[in-house]
């Protein structure tokens, strides 16, 4: 029972050291609150596409992946253009923002371009590859 006591004791105290060390910046001071995207599946994705009347899906591909077919609504933004087109074609920075790519590389890296942005409720969703959902061209 002694060990038992000694050893939550034990637990309980490392886990408030480093509890209280992930607090704040490496030079002690308070981090601000900072956001980043959410992985969701393609299943909840096309909930929110069902669910939800505003929102924005985000192609991450090239012209010519998008051309071959993609999902209806989507707009086309390739990953290597969204720091320079976002400010102007998604003026609202909590606008709940869904990305995909073909097979979640690209989306990723957009996702978290749009969190460095400012943009807080970006959802990424994989590939399209992965997409079991009706697709248009």
């Given at each position: 029972m002694k060990n038992t006591k000694r050893w939550l004791a034990i637990i309980m105290l490392s886990?408030?050291?480093?509890?209280?060390?992930?607090?704040g910046a490496a030079d002690g001071s308070k981090e601000e609150a900072s956001f980043a995207y959410e992985q969701i599946s393609a299943e909840k994705a096309k909930f929110l596409m069902e669910s939800e009347k505003d929102y924005i899906i985000i192609?991450?591909?090239?012209?010519?992946?998008f051309a071959e077919g993609h999902i209806?609504?989507?707009?086309?933004?390739p990953e290597y253009e969204i720091a320079e087109r976002a400010q102007k074609e998604l003026p609202d920075k909590d606008a709940l923002i869904l990305v995909y790519c073909r097979s979640g590389?690209?989306?990723?890296?957009a996702s978290d371009e749009l969190v460095k942005l400012g943009y807080t409720n970006v959802k990424e969703f994989g590939g399209i590859i992965d997409w079991p959902y009706e697709t248009v061209k």
């Open positions: 886990l408030s050291i480093f509890g209280l060390a992930s607090c192609d991450a591909r090239t012209e010519s992946e209806e609504g989507a707009i086309l933004i590389r690209r989306s990723k890296i």
